[in-house]
């Protein structure tokens, strides 16, 4: 299999001293669906934010990632179309007038022809239920089409690596829904992070466990999943579809 990211001993401590990451070391193949899970604090954000290339301007830092072959460095534009990271917050991503305008950001920066971003916009709304949303103004958006709204600027790019942190916070049950089969219907690698365990169950092929910067488990998903003392001992519940299986519901 084809590595797609490797983390060699990475350490991260935020300038006022905070110690967010304690030595991560993996790697992630092509194609793998990866869910990052972990309580409040335990690094996943931090983490994932070091495969954008936008680390914080300050802070220090120890260890290497590499994606698709390549070391990503501080502010690495090259990676930001192969590597489509989504932020929790979707207003952090949505900032043009109009839908089309930040779906089209992206492509526009590799240098597209007008056709192409065109099309590629197109594809990106279509792909996560937003067909006709070009013209909508992104700050009238509900919450959850803004989630939708943006994922579509970074499928836009086509990237090889899809980066999500927590993908459906503040979502209700159907758009919730929507997401995971979305998440589902993409074949790129994912990273995933996210504390909806029931979510990572349907949609991780494997599940890492974060806590106090380190890496406690890292497995196939439900066999990480189902391991309720572990999850316990990390501020974690099980999921419960796994939970009512476990009792015969
Ligand atoms: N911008 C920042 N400045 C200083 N400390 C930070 C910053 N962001 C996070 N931290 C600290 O780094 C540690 C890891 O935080 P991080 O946001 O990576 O955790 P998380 O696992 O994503 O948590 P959550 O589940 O709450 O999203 C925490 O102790 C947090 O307080
Ligand atoms: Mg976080």
Same mark, same amino acid.
């Given at each position: 299999m084809k590595e797609a990211v490797r983390i060699e001993n990475l350490h991260y401590t935020y300038p006022e001293g905070t110690q967010a990451l304690k030595g991560i070391s993996l790697r992630i193949y092509e194609g793998e669906s990866v869910g990052i899970i972990g309580p409040n604090g335990a690094g996943k954000s931090t983490l994932l934010l070091h495969l954008n290339g936008i680390l914080p301007a300050a802070g220090q830092g120890e260890g290497r990632v590499v994606a698709l072959g390549e070391e990503?460095?501080?502010?690495d534009k090259r990676i930001r179309s192969d590597i489509g990271f989504v932020f929790e917050d979707?207003?952090?991503?949505?900032?043009?007038?109009? =839908?089309?305008?930040?779906? +089209?950001?992206?492509?526009?920066?590799?240098?597209l022809s007008g056709e192409e971003v065109k099309a590629r916009v197109k594809d990106a709304l279509r792909a996560v239920n937003l067909a006709g949303f070009e013209?909508?103004?992104?700050?009238?958006?509900? +919450?959850?089409e803004k989630?939708?709204?943006?994922?579509?600027? =970074?499928?836009?790019?086509?990237?090889?690596?899809?980066v999500i942190d927590e993908p459906a916070s503040d979502l209700d049950p159907r758009s919730r829904r929507n997401i995971i089969h979305l998440l589902n219907t993409f074949r790129m690698t994912k990273m995933i992070a996210t504390h909806d365990l029931d979510m990572v169950l349907e949609v991780a092929t494997r599940c890492i466990l974060?806590?106090?910067? !380190? =890496?406690? !488990?890292?497995?196939?998903?439900?066999? =990480?999943? !189902?391991?309720?003392?572990?999850?316990e001992a990390h501020g974690l519940e099980?999921?419960?579809?796994?939970?009512?299986?476990s009792q015969n519901f």
């Open positions: 990503i460095r501080r502010n979707p207003d952090e991503q949505l900032f043009m007038p109009r =839908v089309f305008d930040d779906v +089209a950001f992206g492509p526009l920066n590799m240098g013209e909508r103004s992104p700050h009238h958006l509900s +919450a959850g989630r939708a709204a943006a994922i579509a600027t =970074v499928l836009s790019m086509r990237p090889q690596i899809l974060l806590d106090e910067g !380190k =890496v406690i !488990k890292d497995g196939p998903g439900e066999e =990480v999943l !189902k391991n309720r003392e572990l999850l099980m999921p419960l579809s796994l939970l009512l299986r």
